[in-house]
Every structure is written in structure tokens, then in C-alpha cells.
């Protein structure tokens, strides 16, 4: 596959039947969702997500990024959002894969050393989700109220696992049985 055909032709299908067009672009669910990139998570299906039910983040690691920040504030100040649901997962990458080594091989094939890119992977899995749930609930730019759950997504048996609830704003969250 050394072309974007696959897309173009998918598309092609998909317009022909298309009828979501009017779609009012705040998530109707007001939530939501910061998963990995890992292709085994499909949030249609393992969490009934369609179009026009939420905002999907996604990226290595679930992790709330800057950048996670930076969405999740249009999200909830812009566009209704009163939910967010950190999602990690079981087998992560991020979790597989020593810094060095990645910097190492981003030096092998490229010759420059990504030595001021964070890569924020994870090292201990509950740990860190625990990390990311509090960096949101403890946003100054998020709104007070805001429900934050984090959960771990078990991509052996497709399961969501409730790790972590709390408000952001209230005292630390209360973990979930
Ligand atoms: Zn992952």
C-alpha cells in the first residue's frame, strides 16, 4: 500500500450514501474521550461512539498532553463538553518502549537526535493513568464541574475497566471499585 487509493475509494462509498450532513458540530453526548492511537481501540464500537456524539482525541499513550489540554478547552468553554473520559489501554506501545531507544532510532534513520521531544510514554500503566486524570481535574483551564473518568480498555476481551472518577475542581477522585 504506497498510495492513499484505500482512503479515496472508501470515501467514494461513503459519500454516495451520505446523510449526516447536517450534523450540529457540539458533541451530543457532551463528552469527550482521550484514547491511544493503538488501531485496536475502535470507539464506535467498543463505546458506541458515532458522528456527532463526541470528540475524540487520540495519541500515543492516551496522555493529556498540552496539546490534549488545548482541544479539551474548546471542547468544554466552546462547544458543551461536561464530560471527558481518559481512556488507556492494556499491551500500550508507550508502555513497551524505553526513551532511549526510540531516540536511538529516530538518530539510526534520520541523523538528528529527538532529544527535546517528550515522548510521555508510560511507565507504570495505573500509575500514570492516575496522573492524567489529575492533570485534567486540577486544570486551571477547565471548568469547574467537569466530570473526569479514567478507565483502562482491555484489548484482549474489548472490556472497559472504571479505574477513577472526580470533578475538576473537587477534592482528589475517588477510585472506583
Ligand atoms: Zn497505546
Same mark, same amino acid.
Given at each position: ?14 459519500a454516495?450514501?451520505? *446523510?449526516?450532513?447536517? &450534523? ?8 469527550? /474521550?482521550?484514547? +491511544?492511537m493503538? +488501531? ?5 464500537e467498543?463505546f ?9 482525541l ?7 498532553s498540552?496539546d490534549?489540554?488545548r ?8 462547544? $458543551? /463538553? ?17 526513551? *532511549?531507544? &526510540? ?20 511507565g507504570?500503566? *495505573?500509575?500514570?493513568l ?6 485534567l481535574?486540577t486544570s ?12 483502562v480498555?482491555? /484489548? ?6 472504571p ?5 475538576v475542581?473537587?477534592?482528589? $477522585?475517588?477510585?472506583?471499585?
Open positions: 500500500m504506497d498510495t492513499f487509493e484505500d482512503l479515496i475509494e472508501a470515501n467514494d462509498r461513503h454516495a450514501t451520505f *446523510d449526516a450532513g447536517a &450534523l450540529p458540530a457540539p458533541p451530543r453526548r457532551q463528552l469527550a /474521550v482521550l484514547t +491511544c493503538d +488501531c485496536r481501540i475502535d470507539e464506535h467498543a458506541g461512539i458515532a458522528a456527532g456524539d463526541a470528540h475524540v487520540r495519541n500515543a499513550g492516551a496522555r493529556t498540552d490534549a489540554i482541544s479539551l478547552i474548546k471542547s468544554t468553554h466552546q462547544l $458543551g /463538553v461536561n464530560r471527558i473520559a481518559v481512556i488507556h489501554h492494556t499491551d500500550c506501545g508507550a508502555a513497551k518502549i524505553q526513551r *532511549d531507544d &526510540l531516540r536511538a532510532k529516530v538518530r539510526a534513520t534520520t541523523g538528528h537526535d529527538p532529544v527535546e521531544v517528550d515522548f510521555q510514554l508510560i507504570d500503566p *495505573d500509575q500514570t492516575l496522573d492524567d486524570v489529575e492533570r481535574r486551571p483551564y477547565l471548568p469547574p464541574g467537569t466530570l473526569v473518568g479514567g478507565f480498555y482491555d /484489548v484482549r476481551t474489548g472490556r472497559l475497566d479505574r477513577v472518577i472526580g470533578r475542581g473537587d477534592a482528589r $477522585g475517588q477510585a472506583q471499585a
